[in-house]
């Protein structure tokens, strides 16, 4: 998710080199697209979809979109993120919301629609991108810090429950 530009584009386009088919999720489309093209001109298969990651049927839609097209999906990786900073007494509370739904909620049906096909397949790695906000906070940044500490628990729970099955999570 979150592949249409910057660090996304980066991590599509060094999948596609290291032997990935790419699926491209982003609610930036067109960059989206720019980034499967990209990878389609290296012999790799990319594709793109408008996905909101806060968005139960957008994220079901994709996953279920790569199984149509690949019939698997062996790496994942939660990218997708914003960040609004704002002071905590002048923070608009529907922002606040906004950054918890993409960064944190988005992971987590990331992760669900992840599992579900990898707990069939017995493989898989789901890899979320964090930073350094997860483990220390930072002024005027309470939303994007509170939304990737939470990420870091949710990788270490959903580590501890598919490990078993041959599943890695990793932050």
């Not at 990319?46 to 979109?65: H, I, N, R, T």
């Not at 944190?104 to 707990?119: E, S, Y």
């Not at 959903?158 to 099955?165: D, M, R, S, W």
Request: with cysteine; charged share 20%.
């Amino acid at each position: 998710t979150g592949g249409a530009q910057g660090l996304g584009e980066a991590m599509c386009l060094r999948l596609a080199a290291e032997g990935c088919h790419v699926v491209i999720g982003d609610m930036n489309d067109e960059g989206a697209a720019d980034t499967a093209e990209k990878i389609n001109a290296t012999g790799r298969k990319s594709f793109a979809l408008k996905v909101d990651v806060s968005d139960e049927a957008s994220v079901e839609a994709l996953f279920q979109k790569a199984m149509d097209e690949f019939g698997r999906v062996d790496v994942v990786v939660a990218n997708a993120a914003i960040l609004i900073a704002e002071p905590i007494d002048e923070a608009v509370a529907e922002k606040w919301r906004a950054v918890m739904n993409v960064n944190l909620f988005g992971t987590f049906l990331t992760f669900k629609h992840a599992a579900r096909i990898m707990k069939a397949q017995g493989s898989g790695s789901i890899i979320a991108i964090n930073s350094k906000s997860g483990k220390k906070g930072s002024a005027a940044n309470s939303a994007y810090s509170a939304s990737k500490f939470g990420g870091i628990g949710l990788v270490q729970s959903v580590a501890l429950e598919l490990a078993p099955l041959g599943i890695r999570c990793n932050a």
